[in-house]
């Protein structure tokens, strides 16, 4: 059954869902969250329309290329976390999504 989740990104808005990294080591050694880097790789789960508002109050349109379901890089420290059905998931501009992951 598919999870249901109620965000819709605004404007030029991604909802990413952070990859989890492994939590051991190729020899073993388990990783505890406190030294865990933040992953900056995830999957797209919500996009908006690509419409957003410049200072002299006109809207323009930005051309969404990220689509849902692709796995992207995005900017380490970049993003507003939100929390969906108990996880901790980003909303990023865009601009801040850096690599489409083949």
Sequence with gaps: MKAKHTIKPLFDNVLIKPLQK???????????????????????????????????????????????GQKVIYKKWGGNEVKVENEEWLIVEQKDVMAIVA
């Design 22 to 68: 492994e939590e051991v080591t190729a020899s073993g050694i388990f990783i505890p969250d406190t030294v865990k880097e933040k992953p900056q790789m995830g999957e797209v789960m919500a996009v908006g329309d690509g419409t957003s508002c410049s200072c002299d109050g006109k809207s323009c349109n930005t051309k969404m290329i990220v689509k849902v």
